[in-house]
């Protein structure tokens, strides 16, 4: 073919293409699909590479032709392979997705980068997007930055606003508030909403420019009135607080609701709190909790704390602890193990004011959430000696220690249980235990206690000498009935007898300078010298 003979080709081939290009706008002539692919045929059969391109869009949409992606390919290629970038880019995209040919990702990369490299805006975003996740290459958050700002500085308004992102968080880049600032300004202009919103937020917090409340407002409600759920949520806040805006709860209140029916777990939360406490709405206890109940179907932590409370307190909803539990715990598997912290903080807070009813359902809840909670084991073991069962005192004092045996508080509640169960010499071994922590952590009202009571035990034991058995005795049904003197001593209360190391005395033997001490011959347990009855085994020694 000679030039002449190619120039006339390609004339008509241009020709035929706009023929094409016409019917499929609509310009000049009634819009038709059908003439439009087949005046692109025409010109593509002359290897017109727009032609081409336009005509495997043709085939791959089914647009005015049958749909069939291996014709789409086939054309795609023929101006692909010509430089036509359109074309190189959507032979990218079926080789990316395998249609009308075999999958295949390597070449999609092949010919999206060499579309990007001759400007093709949409193929040098993909190449941003792909290095960014290492999708089908390695990642590279360097070179995702670079086909980022490629494509945003031709007025990509998602490259514009990802490259915000990257200068805000510092990825691919040196962190740059002002740059992030810059790149979320130029494609919220552009009508970007989630760029609306981060530039809305950016003027809130003076990020990047200068603070701006009412600047704020303006961006949030350009990115709101889109449908953007984030900014629905953050204008119902400035509408709720005054902030660049009058304060207005009803307006508040129905931005919060946009937000909410759109599934934001925080505006959804928010309503529900609303609702719980009438704040700025009629009180509603049922929507409280359908809100709520919303919210942490999401997994939305503060909802599940909410919702668990009203549950373990009875507010908006019918007491349920198992409820109140299985919400709990789902905070606690997300790693967040403050509901449990919280429930022992309770039960402390109600052991302190007497309420140990209160106080035992606490800590009781606390065990549930976690089984082998040492502290939640003590305030059980302080609930059972203030209730004198001293007999569960012990047991959960000592499970306390077997998880944790660096407790003061469970040495010497437990030390406590064992002097009131008339088991001294345990006891005292349970004080020095505890006094041996305290010293050590520098715990001074606590060494000041733990020695009174140790000086008050052995002063109570050398004191002891003569004894009588007072009738039978059940084991564990006496102890020694004792206050605190300025001093740190004991002081006895009035009663006719004392039982000390589980043996009955009488009162008015103490002082008496009798051998010191004699033992069980059936159990070997130490015992007052004129003891008559061991207190232990519960058999007569001697006449």
């Known amino acids: 073919m000679g030039f002449f003979d190619s120039l006339s080709n390609s004339n008509q081939a241009k020709k035929y293409y706009h023929n094409g290009c016409c019917y499929a706008a609509g310009n000049e002539v009634e819009k038709n699909s059908k003439k439009a692919a087949y005046w692109f045929a025409k ?7 727009c032609a081409q391109n336009d005509l495997g869009v043709c085939y791959a949409k089914g647009d005015g032709v049958t749909k069939d992606p291996v014709k789409a390919r086939y054309w795609y290629t023929k101006a692909a392979e010509q430089g036509n970038a359109d074309a190189q880019f959507n032979l990218g995209g079926h080789y ?12 999609a990369i092949s010919w999206y980068t060499k579309a990007a490299e001759q400007g093709h805006v949409d193929a040098q975003f993909k190449l941003g997007i792909r290095y960014s996740n290492g999708q089908d290459v390695e990642k590279d958050e360097g070179k995702a930055v670079y086909w980022y700002t490629k494509a945003a500085e031709q007025g990509h308004a ?10 805000t968080r510092g990825i691919g880049v040196a962190k740059n508030p002002e740059m992030a600032a810059y790149w979320y300004t130029k494609a919220a202009k552009r009508g970007k909403a989630d760029a609306q919103n981060n530039l809305g937020w950016r003027y809130s917090h003076g990020q990047g420019v200068a603070k701006d409340k009412e600047k704020a407002v303006f961006w949030f409600k350009k990115a709101a009135e889109q449908g953007y759920v984030t900014a629905q949520f953050n204008l119902g806040v400035c509408y709720a607080r005054g902030d660049g805006v009058e304060k207005d709860e009803a307006k508040a209140l129905d931005w ?45 932590i503060p ?13 908006c909803v019918k007491k349920d602890l198992e409820a109140a539990v299985w919400y709990f715990t789902k905070i606690i598997e997300s790693g967040d193990l403050s509901p449990l912290q919280e429930r022992i903080d309770e039960g402390n807070k109600a052991f302190l004011s007497g309420n140990y009813v209160k106080a035992n359902e606490a800590y009781n809840i606390a065990l549930r959430l976690k089984q082998d909670s040492p502290e939640a084991y003590l305030g059980k073991g302080q609930v059972y000696f203030k209730q004198e069962k001293y007999e569960s005192a012990l047991i959960f004092f000592e499970k306390s220690l077997s998880l944790n045996e660096s407790l003061v508080d469970g040495w010497k509640g437990k030390g406590d249980t064992l002097l009131a169960m008339l088991r001294s010499d345990e006891a005292e071994i349970a004080f020095r235990k505890a006094l041996n922590i305290a010293v050590a952590d520098k715990q001074t009202a606590m060494i000041d206690e733990i020695e009174a009571v140790l000086k008050s035990i052995r002063t109570l034991t050398s004191s002891i000498k003569g004894v009588n058995v007072v009738g039978d005795v059940e084991p564990n049904k006496h102890q020694i009935v004792y206050n605190y ?12 007898s004392i039982v000390k190391d589980d043996a009955v005395v009488n009162r008015s033997n103490l002082g008496k300078n009798e ?29």
């Not at 704390?305 to 507010?315: R, T, W």
């Not at 051998?515 to 085994?537: H, V």
């Open 43 to 49: 010109s593509a059969e002359l290897e017109l590479p």
């Open 96 to 107: 990316l997705k395998g249609e009308g040919v075999e999958k295949n990702p390597a070449k």
């Open 158 to 167: 998602d490259a514009q606003n990802i490259l915000g992102v990257c200068y």
């Open 256 to 300: 919060y609701t946009k937000a909410a029916e759109q599934g934001h777990p925080n505006a959804q939360t928010n309503l529900g709190w609303r609702f719980s406490k009438g704040d700025g709405i009629v009180k509603d206890p049922e929507k409280a909790v359908y809100w709520y109940t919303k919210a942490a179907e999401q997994g939305y």
């Open 303 to 315: 909802a599940q704390n909410d919702l668990a409370l009203c549950y373990y307190n009875g507010e």
């Open 485 to 496: 003197s300025a001093s740190g001593d004991i002081i006895l209360d009035n009663i006719g």
């Open 515 to 543: 051998p010191e001490s004699i033992f069980c011959p059936y159990c070997g347990k130490k015992l007052p010298s004129d003891a008559k009855f061991c207190f232990l085994c519960g058999k007569q020694i001697g006449e």
